[in-house]
């Protein structure tokens, strides 16, 4: 497996054979300079997989892609940022249906080859007059390059600070496969309402089933394991789409295994960006919780503690304030023995047998003020289940973000 | 039932007969115009009854106390705030057991006749020397004046702005009752780590078996209905003890529902101050869920939009962005169809049968920038399961209040 992970500053992941992207802005947004729509395109009909958002109250592009996949014969995915589509009934619906129709007929397909994603708004109808203009013209401008690579993930950002891509290649069979990987914010981010979306392409020859499979263990070791706000968006959705343009048989034993690591690899580095990127966020949290009777009690302790603010805030101000992290960890509906549990706070051992451990706070804090990364180990037992959970400190910032502006 | 709340600017509920209080500042906390000591004793041995925390985590005096409740005999609580007495062992519960035998020295009552309450940083041991100092100080200036009384509501205090306390009288078989109650804060906050404390006192006659089932149902409507920050404390506690000094024979029948309603009347009001009290609160929010299958799914779905940093941004800003709303109810975990649900921000709707309702943001945004009280109206179907919640929104002081302090 060879990977090249991305931006800002490090090199575009190359596009797998046969795949062009596009991204215009076409009036979405207000902000002339942000795109907003956004083509991805296959020249050979495609497998697509897709794991959606488990909210009930899901949008229309949601409902739609779900209906569809998994399947085969897909050409591409439209996207548009700005609005979600989300609460808007059967008229959203029919927008929805409408945009993969609009999108179909300027790559020419079908409108049923089409998989639709959104994000932006919540609670209002698509300006389906821009959205058309913008599916035209970023369809005109469909190109394999970097450039059309960087401005694709581009399109899909709504608070993101940067994009976010991720790229790997391995071999099956001796055929030379390519994965590329983009995504969008973690943080549901109210008037300009964000979401997570994923969009995962690839040259290899995949079977719909396998694709699925494949798709969902990713994405549980991934972009389940990540919360900025704990905030379930209406929209999240991640694609997989195989277009097989690398030749060769569909993937089977070492070659799906070698496509499956690097779809953890690809889906993984894009799970952590949306952490890294959190709105607001001065600092990653990276939550390792072991020791549990399995691996969802592992994460719901982990969840928990990722979504305690008081926890965020300790970690924003380089607080080494460990009481917070056991007592959400005692109250995630977990059971565990308290005397049995250890925690470690970059490294350093705080609490054990149910009693404080005396450590330098004012090293443990310096350890938290000058990295990025703060590593929270926290052991309850002797149990298989483990997890490593990514998420961001709360910060004045998140709030003004969030409150500061008018729908 | 006669009620009187207060403070700030109230008058101060009457202790009910044979209850006296003091506290003083010992030097737990640092800050010597903050009383840290409190001591609330009982002439006549009195009926105790306790609601505590369901957190795996929990604190010596909460393992304490559960202990020893609901029973007889007991003369008073021994209450400590600036250290909460969490994650501290063994050597915890040997701390807890002796606060409560100086606590009963200091009164003339053996150390089994007493309760304890801690607040404050988890994961400390108590300074017991301090303390012992405290409970001999405060011993000596037990009253049953209001200033006595205001004074031990602020020394349960920690980042509180302001004491709480709510009081009501009642008639029983022609005996006329006092009902007192005082609490503390709603967040757990951090360094100076707080909790949800409560104490409620009475003269009325009431066997344990009552005060128990009384006081869990009473704290169900109303502690157990208000969230600042979704983190449960180590130490939540709310006790009530009954002395009888008011005689009469145990209160039974339209005496004991007099009870009732005056006890649920002083925790509500004790609730709701807390969510107004919350840490850099702007907002309340008064969250009414109905038409759900039963009680607990409207708590659910209620506790979820009142925990949504979205949500809480929102009101803090002002602006009616329902879609947050609608989507953290659709995450809580309870089953609804979106399609039958209604939404309504202080009155106006805005989401009815799955589509968003035209209405006027800047009308709806100026009701909430206007009003302390934000209230958010959620029915998502015909069932009788309904709740009312309180919460409090999210603001930069939030975050500088428990980032921008070091342990």
Same mark, same amino acid.
């Given at each position: 497996m060879t990977t090249s992970d991305s931006p800002p500053d490090g090199p575009i992941p190359p596009l797998p054979r046969g795949w062009r992207m596009a991204a215009v802005?076409?009036?979405?947004?207000? @902000? *002339?300079?942000r795109e907003d729509v956004t083509l991805v395109a296959s020249d050979l009909p495609a497998t697509a997989a897709g794991v959606y958002t488990s909210?009930?109250?899901?949008a229309a592009p949601v409902a739609l892609d779900r209906s569809r996949?998994?399947?085969?014969g897909f050409r591409g995915v439209v996207i548009n940022s700005g609005?979600? @589509? *989300?609460?808007?009934g059967s008229r959203g619906l029919d927008d929805a249906r409408r945009m993969a129709e609009l999108a179909g007929r300027a790559i020419g397909a079908?409108?049923?080859?089409m998989l639709v994603l959104s994000t932006g708004i919540i609670g209002e109808f698509l300006p389906m007059a821009t959205v058309e203009r913008g599916i035209t013209a970023a369809a005109a401008l469909l190109a394999a390059d970097e450039r059309s690579t960087l401005t694709a993930a581009r399109g899909?950002?709504?608070?993101?600070t940067r994009p976010k891509l991720a790229g790997g290649g391995f071999l099956a069979d001796g055929v030379d496969c390519t994965v590329f990987g983009m995504a969008k914010g973690a943080a549901m981010i109210g008037p300009r309402l964000a979401t997570m979306l994923g969009v995962v392409v690839t040259d290899a020859a995949i079977d719909p089933a396998d694709a699925q499979r494949a798709l969902a263990e990713a994405a549980d070791e991934s972009f389940n394991c990540?919360?900025?706000?704990?905030h379930m968006s209406t929209n999240d959705t991640v694609l997989l789409l195989a277009?097989?343009?690398?030749?060769?048989?569909?993937?089977?034993g070492a070659g799906l295994e070698a496509f499956r690591r690097t779809l953890d690899h690809v889906c993984g580095h894009l799970a952590r960006e949306m952490a890294d990127d959190g709105?607001?966020?001065t600092h990653v949290m990276r939550i390792e919780v072991s020791g549990t009777f399995d691996r969802a009690a592992a994460r719901q302790i982990a969840r928990t503690i990722a979504d305690s603010p008081l926890v965020k805030t300790a970690v924003h101000g380089a607080d080494p304030n460990w009481g917070r992290i056991v007592s959400a960890a005692g109250y995630s509906g977990v059971a565990f023995d308290p005397s049995r549990a250890e925690l470690r706070l970059n490294g350093t051992l705080l609490f054990r047998a149910g009693s404080p451990v005396a450590f330098d706070a004012e090293q443990v804090s310096a350890s938290i003020r000058d990295a990025r990364e703060t590593l929270i180990e926290l052991s309850v037992?002797?149990?298989p289940g483990r997890i490593r959970f990514y998420s961001s400190d709360l910060t004045a910032d998140y709030v003004r973000l969030n409150a500061d502006y008018h729908t």
């Amino acid at each position: 497996m060879t990977t090249s992970d991305s931006p800002p500053d490090g090199p575009i992941p190359p596009l797998p054979r046969g795949w062009r992207m596009a991204a215009v802005h076409a009036g979405i947004k207000r @902000n *002339a300079t942000r795109e907003d729509v956004t083509l991805v395109a296959s020249d050979l009909p495609a497998t697509a997989a897709g794991v959606y958002t488990s909210n009930l109250v899901f949008a229309a592009p949601v409902a739609l892609d779900r209906s569809r996949t998994p399947g085969v014969g897909f050409r591409g995915v439209v996207i548009n940022s700005g609005n979600a @589509n *989300a609460c808007t009934g059967s008229r959203g619906l029919d927008d929805a249906r409408r945009m993969a129709e609009l999108a179909g007929r300027a790559i020419g397909a079908a409108g049923e080859q089409m998989l639709v994603l959104s994000t932006g708004i919540i609670g209002e109808f698509l300006p389906m007059a821009t959205v058309e203009r913008g599916i035209t013209a970023a369809a005109a401008l469909l190109a394999a390059d970097e450039r059309s690579t960087l401005t694709a993930a581009r399109g899909m950002m709504t608070t993101d600070t940067r994009p976010k891509l991720a790229g790997g290649g391995f071999l099956a069979d001796g055929v030379d496969c390519t994965v590329f990987g983009m995504a969008k914010g973690a943080a549901m981010i109210g008037p300009r309402l964000a979401t997570m979306l994923g969009v995962v392409v690839t040259d290899a020859a995949i079977d719909p089933a396998d694709a699925q499979r494949a798709l969902a263990e990713a994405a549980d070791e991934s972009f389940n394991c990540v919360s900025v706000d704990g905030h379930m968006s209406t929209n999240d959705t991640v694609l997989l789409l195989a277009n097989a343009a690398a030749g060769g048989r569909p993937l089977a034993g070492a070659g799906l295994e070698a496509f499956r690591r690097t779809l953890d690899h690809v889906c993984g580095h894009l799970a952590r960006e949306m952490a890294d990127d959190g709105e607001g966020a001065t600092h990653v949290m990276r939550i390792e919780v072991s020791g549990t009777f399995d691996r969802a009690a592992a994460r719901q302790i982990a969840r928990t503690i990722a979504d305690s603010p008081l926890v965020k805030t300790a970690v924003h101000g380089a607080d080494p304030n460990w009481g917070r992290i056991v007592s959400a960890a005692g109250y995630s509906g977990v059971a565990f023995d308290p005397s049995r549990a250890e925690l470690r706070l970059n490294g350093t051992l705080l609490f054990r047998a149910g009693s404080p451990v005396a450590f330098d706070a004012e090293q443990v804090s310096a350890s938290i003020r000058d990295a990025r990364e703060t590593l929270i180990e926290l052991s309850v037992g002797d149990g298989p289940g483990r997890i490593r959970f990514y998420s961001s400190d709360l910060t004045a910032d998140y709030v003004r973000l969030n409150a500061d502006y008018h729908t």
